[in-house]
């Protein structure tokens, strides 16, 4: 490299100690772990997917899943499936990858306002440096994990989307995960932003979208199937469940030209929106991610008249739909399953010596091995 390029390589020494102690410092295109004064690990911020807090002196740091590859020959490192299709693999397929990592961060650290610059500078700077002693006196202090979480969130710029908010519903309460979250509709993805976890969703990840009317005559579910799933620590969630009430309206005007959305959106969205809140939702999803929307299957009707019925998994309780191609049960868990991959349904407690049962189950064995177990479902 000397010779030829006439670059002179400086050595840098690692540390090597394996110490988990250390000091986390932001570069301008990496976080580096130093021990000692000497790096131990870096993170550039690409590879970052998403930030919160876990507690009050942790901070989880959740890591991009491997990336995809879809072309057509071996030489780009590519697969073609069964009669010709392209399919895709992830880089690292089958390996283990790092998901996440906690940073643990005691102590305080001293809080300044930040101020605008005036632009016309103090002539006399004794004041100007009592003024700033003073300032420092005054500061209050500040958890530093909330310091550190709120400068990793500005460096990797976590949240921040490419383009305006094309819509945004706020306080959305959210039965999986459990909470209330504003959403942001941008062009290629959606944000969901809460108390304490935010995260940035692409539409190519929503697989399922279904809108499944509660049989209390009262709420909607809006439930979205995700691949990759969200996570919030050790837990996965698969599916997002939203809940709206039927009798809540909204107006709205979408953040878009009529240009762009005349180009882009022609017969998929509308400059203005008038109606339920879960309806006007649904139409956005439907036009920005261009997900077909599933709704129970109309030949399936409970005595009552609704399109689920109550019933559980375990020990938490829900509701069952029978969709045209497959099972639905929400909230918690959320389960899907396909009529094509179902092997056998068994019912029990149906008759015989347990006839006087007011309930019975229902179990839905798969192909690919395993099972879903519905009980305590009303027989009248």
């Known amino acids: 490299m000397k010779v030829w390029y006439g670059v002179n390589l400086d050595q840098k020494e690692h540390a090597l100690r394996g110490w988990n102690w250390g000091k986390a410092e932001f570069g301008r295109s990496e976080l580096s772990f130093n021990v000692q004064n000497r790096p131990a690990f870096e993170i550039p911020y690409t ?74 500078k103090k002539e006399d700077g004794e004041e100007a440096d009592a003024e700033e002693e003073e300032d420092e006196a005054d500061g209050e202090e500040a958890n530093a994990a909330n310091t550190w979480y709120e400068m990793l969130i500005d460096k990797a710029e976590i949240g921040d989307v490419a383009g305006d908010t094309f819509a945004s519903f706020l306080d959305i309460l959210h039965l999986t995960p459990r909470g209330r979250f504003d959403l942001d509709m941008y062009e290629k993805s959606f944000r969901l932003r809460g108390k304490t976890y935010d995260y940035k969703i692409q539409y190519d990840a929503i697989k399922k979208f279904f809108l499944l009317p509660k049989p209390d ?42 240009e762009e959305l005349q180009e882009k959106y022609q017969d998929k969205l509308q400059e203005h929106y008038t109606g339920p809140m879960y309806i006007v939702l649904t139409h956005l999803f439907r036009g920005l991610a261009g997900k077909k929307v599933i709704s129970p299957s109309k030949d399936f009707v409970s005595r009552h008249g609704q399109s689920g019925i109550k019933c559980s998994i375990k020990a938490n309780e829900g509701h069952l739909y029978c969709m045209d191609k497959s099972f639905m049960f929400v909230p918690k868990p959320a389960t899907y399953v396909a009529f094509d991959n179902v092997s056998l349904v068994t019912m029990s407690r149906v008759g015989g010596a347990v006839s006087a049962s007011r309930t019975f189950d229902i179990t839905v064995a798969l192909k690919q091995g395993g099972e879903h177990q519905f009980s305590n479902i009303n027989r009248y």
């Open 47 to 120: 590879e970052i997917a998403n930030t919160n807090l876990a507690g009050r002196n942790e901070v989880a740091v959740d890591f991009l899943p491997s990336a995809e590859i879809d072309d057509t020959n071996e030489e780009n490192g590519t697969t073609t499936g069964k009669k010709g299709k392209k399919t895709k693999r992830r880089l690292g397929g089958g390996k283990d990858q790092l998901v996440e990592a906690r940073f643990y961060i005691p102590g305080t650290v001293a809080k300044k306002e930040k101020k605008e610059e005036d632009d016309v």
């Open 217 to 258: 005559d009262v709420h909607t579910l809006i439930t979205i199937g995700l691949d990759p799933p969200l996570r919030q620590g050790q837990t996965r969630y698969p599916f997002v469940v939203m809940q709206f009430k039927r009798e809540d309206d909204i107006e709205l005007d979408l953040n878009m030209s009529a």
